[in-house]
Nanobody, 128 residues
Framework: QVLLVESGGGSVQAGGSLTLSCAASGYTYRPIRMAWFRQAPGKEREGVAAAYSVTGNTYYADSVKGRFTISQDAAKNTLYLQMNNLKPEDTAMYYC?????????????????????WGAGTQVTVSS
């Protein structure tokens, strides 16, 4: 079992920044990979960024490359998402996800169904 709790969401104006945090606990084996997803009303859940815990290899959706940075603090068992130059289209519920297995392809990192553990989400609202 992996418990994930997100925090750091809020409302900002376009061009602003937010840092999301995801505290992980309750596990015996450290998750192999963790990720951030987002879901806007009426839209599918979208993989935003992902990272392998051991190698540090990362993946970003094209829509956030150069603006968002995913990072991990192993000592604090916490995953972060630094979001800069936010745009109204970034408005969504942001979810932290984790899994104990690898995926064969980079595409798998952005597939929600490959993650077993999920947080409850934190809302990010960007106004123009």
């Amino acid at each position: 079992q992996v418990l994930l709790v997100e925090s750091g969401g809020g409302s900002v104006q376009a061009g602003g920044s937010l840092t999301l945090s995801c505290a992980a606990s309750g596990y015996t084996y450290r998750p192999i990979r963790m990720a951030w997803f987002r879901q806007a009303p009426g839209k599918e859940r979208e993989g935003v960024a992902a990272a392998y815990s051991v190698t540090g290899n990362t993946y970003y959706a094209d829509s956030v490359k150069g603006r968002f940075t995913i990072s991990q603090d192993a000592a604090k068992n916490t995953l972060y998402l630094q979001m800069n130059n936010l745009k109204p289209e970034d408005t969504a519920m942001y979810y932290c996800a984790a899994d104990l297995t690898k995926v064969a392809t980079t595409a798998g990192l952005r597939r929600a169904w490959t993650y077993k553990y999920w947080g409850a989400g934190t809302q990010v609202t960007v106004s123009s």
